[in-house]
């Protein structure tokens, strides 16, 4: 048996992958105070993201959404033990700063807030704390790699309870990846340049068939077998944001979300933890809508 | 010969686990169900979030099948998370959360803080040559052992590999390297018991 003196590195980008990997099979869920932060680690989530208004709210209220207050993440993440999330607007690097210095396990560089930056990504190398960011086609995911994502979530259309968004969004990430898989060499030079991502990444993909970073799924999901249609369709977790708390009774909808994530190819479960939940959020439609924040980010 | 080795799967990088065992050709088989257990010879619990697995395991069923299964010797690998879970007592834990006292340590839960404290380290570990590329992911600690406890490996001087009977813990993740030497640690384990 031998002591060793360390000699350890934290902020690697194996590490801020590794607590992507942990998430796997999990719901992260959308958390305004500490009480739902309670009963969202109650209901067995694997992380919160602490924010002021959920999406449907933010959706509602129109104008200027930013991060949130750090006292009110502080005191999510005096609340509970399992990781807390917080959002920073896309491109507002300072925004991330002040999350980096609370302690934040995990930064989402997220289209729901009002762009900082029309045109450039935060530099998600210059940070210890791990980085996800939102995709909605493959290129967007891996440009959000290429700038130290260690996480890529779908971004589906938040605030909607309506998944068709986060399907599409799901599909054409996982469809062109397996694409890629049957490309020829050449044809990977081509599809570089269709996607805008480095092509080392693309050709990447094209070996191993899958994205360099966990895939999970956001925007839209309100039901347990929303959550379960994210799983077979590829997702390797699911985030939830208005549709728990917006729903009539949180907390069992809240625990069901979870069962179905970890069951989510097993029917009888599924339909086992769908009865009685009460009444999800109301949920619109893609046409009744002013803003598509899937449209955030570039 | 290893049998079937079965992976908690309830959620955490248990395809993490699975790809290195498959790796090493063993077989193996994810868990889910008091089903899917009936089916295994061994288990890995892997890394992930503990009281999500603890609430997992009582709403799947799986809790009192598998503290049998434990109870009757079954050989179990426990990483980070899957670590807590097969201690005799927890600290800053859930006060719902329940723990398999698998092995004869106390685990505290996030011992070295937030994901910014997570590292990564090289480890001496005893039975394998040369340093063990680690990595911590709010990590949990060791904070009290058993004489029947063999220490296999510390990070300064915390306990973070450790055996006793047919149980292995890590308080690290060895399934996130290409280093499959900590596995095969465990299916050594698997052919002795």
């Given amino acids: 048996m031998t002591t060793r003196k360390s000699t350890s590195a934290s902020g690697s980008m194996r590490v801020n992958r590794g607590l992507a990997e942990m998430l796997k099979g999990g719901v992260i869920m959308d958390v305004v105070n500490p009480e739902q932060a309670k009963i969202a680690e109650d209901a067995g989530a694997t992380a919160v993201m602490a924010l002021e208004r959920v999406p449907a709210d933010i959706r509602r209220d129109g104008g200027v959404a930013r991060m949130s207050d750090p006292e009110m993440i502080e005191g999510i993440k005096a609340a509970v033990t399992i990781p807390v999330m917080a959002k920073a607007r896309i491109g507002h690097f300072v925004e991330a700063q002040i999350l980096e210095s609370l302690g934040v396990d995990f930064i989402d560089e997220s289209e729901v807030l009002t762009p900082a930056d029309e045109a450039h990504h935060i530099d998600k190398f210059a940070f210890t704390a791990p980085f996800v960011c939102g995709a909605t086609n493959l290129g967007e995911a891996l440009r959000r790699i290429s700038e130290g994502a260690a996480l890529i979530r779908s971004k589906g259309e938040a605030g909607t309870g309506n998944v068709v968004e986060a399907v599409r969004h799901l599909r054409n990430i996982t469809g062109d990846i397996r694409r890629i898989t049957q490309a020829d060499a050449a044809e990977l030079f081509e599809w570089a340049k269709k996607l805008g991502a480095p092509l080392p990444l693309v050709q990447e993909i094209a070996e191993t068939g899958k994205l360099q970073v966990p895939l999970f799924c956001a925007g839209g999901i309100a039901t347990p077998a929303d959550a379960a249609l994210a799983m077979q369709l590829g997702a390797e977790a699911v985030f939830v944001g208005s549709g728990i708390f917006k729903s009539n009774d949180p907390a069992p909808r809240a625990k069901a979300i979870v069962e179905a994530t970890t069951h989510f190819r097993d029917a009888h479960i599924l339909a086992k933890v769908s009865r009685n939940l009460g009444a999800p959020m109301t949920g619109i439609g893609m046409d009744q809508i002013n803003e598509r924040y899937a449209e955030r980010g570039w | ?193």
């Fill in chain 2, 1 to 193: 010969m290893s049998g079937v080795i079965g992976v908690l799967a309830l959620q955490g990088a248990f395809e993490a686990h699975e790809a290195v065992l498959r790796g090493m050709g063993c077989q193996t088989q994810q868990v889910r169900t008091p089903d899917d257990l009936a089916k295994v010879d061994s288990l890995v619990l892997p890394g992930g979030e503990s009281t999500t697995m603890s609430h997992l395991l009582v709403t799947s069923g799986l809790f009192d099948p598998l503290q049998a299964r434990i109870d009757d010797h079954l050989p179990v690998f426990g990483t980070c998370a899957g670590m807590i879970l097969l201690s005799a007592h927890i600290e800053d834990g859930r006060p719902d959360q329940r723990c398999f006292s698998a092995i004869d340590i106390d685990a505290r839960r996030n011992a070295y803080g937030r994901q910014i404290d997570s590292f990564e380290t090289d480890l001496a570990v005893q039975g394998i040559d040369g340093d063990f590329h680690a990595v911590f992911i709010r990590a949990p600690q060791v904070v009290r052992y058993g004489p029947g406890v063999n220490i296999l490996a510390r990070h300064d001087d915390d306990v973070v590999l450790a055996r006793e009977g047919a149980v292995l813990v890590a308080s690290f993740h060895p399934e996130l390297t290409d280093d499959n030497r900590i596995h095969r640690l465990f299916i050594e384990m698997l052919q002795e018991v």
